[in-house]
């Protein structure tokens, strides 16, 4: 590798592990939203996955080819518990039932001195490398859009459009829905171990509503047209803080300007508009 790009990647070497994982928690957003879901677990979901990975470190000493993979157990077990009752809702009860789990855990992680209450958890080994978080969110997309191109891709695109004429037509709604809720955690799971291991430090207050929003913010801005789109949201707003640090102190509310911008007038997102205007040249 070339001495100004190590140097580069050394640089940045935070912000390229912010753009890796948080595409995983955009395609997290990306896989609810396609059945046409609102759920707002996401940043639970990466909760469980980083505590849990960080206690695998930390207390059993298990190698990080393990505690990768098994750092997905318990944000599916939960979503498997909570995926019952929750999935009856739709729309904003839903988000706000999703929201309430969350809380729920945020205030386990800050009371039970196990997880470190509010100091958190410190001193987790840096083990997870750009290499294995962009090998994992590369074999996501392309995963997802396979799934996208095949006929469970056309079943949750009815469920998005129509749930009960998808019902009516023979989708088993209610499996594609406890499936996109499993995926979900699956990815916010693996988002939370890497956070954990690159950050070396985790908190409560980094898995509450503020995160919950944001992962949802990469969707909008980006759509869902295709699994790529949520990703290349996920990034602009990541890099959006790194543009307007000389505005540090309203940058917040002109990320907020652009992501209801772009609801307001792109509500297929960034991706989608610009796959338009291919599309307009090609006719052209």
Known sequence: MPAWLDDLLWTYQNLVYALGINGLLALSMYVVLAVGQLSLGQAAFMGLGAYSSALMTLKLGLPFAAVLPLSVVAPVAFALAVGGPTLRLAGVYLAIATIGLGEVLRAVYLNVDLFGGALGLSGIPERATAAMIYGLLGLAVLGLWLIGRSGIG???????????????????????????????????????????????????????????????????????????????????????????????????????????????????????????????????
């Open 154 to 284: 056309r079943a949750m695109e009815a469920m998005r459009e129509d749930e009960t004429a998808a019902a009516v037509m023979g989708v088993p709604v209610r499996r594609y829905k406890m499936g996109a809720l499993l995926a979900s955690a699956t990815l916010a799971g693996l988002a939370g171990c890497l956070s954990a291991h690159v950050s070396s430090f985790i908190g409560p207050n980094e898995y509450g509503f503020e995160p919950a929003v944001t992962i949802l913010s990469y969707a909008l801005l980006g759509g869902i047209g295709t699994p790529l789109a949520p990703v290349v949201g996920g990034w602009v707003l990541t890099l959006l803080p790194e543009l307007l640090r000389g505005v540090s102190d309203i940058r917040l509310v002109l990320n907020g300007v652009i992501i209801v911008l772009a609801v307001l007038f792109l509500p297929n997102g960034l991706l989608a508009l610009r796959m338009k205007r291919i599309g307009a040249r090609t006719a052209a």
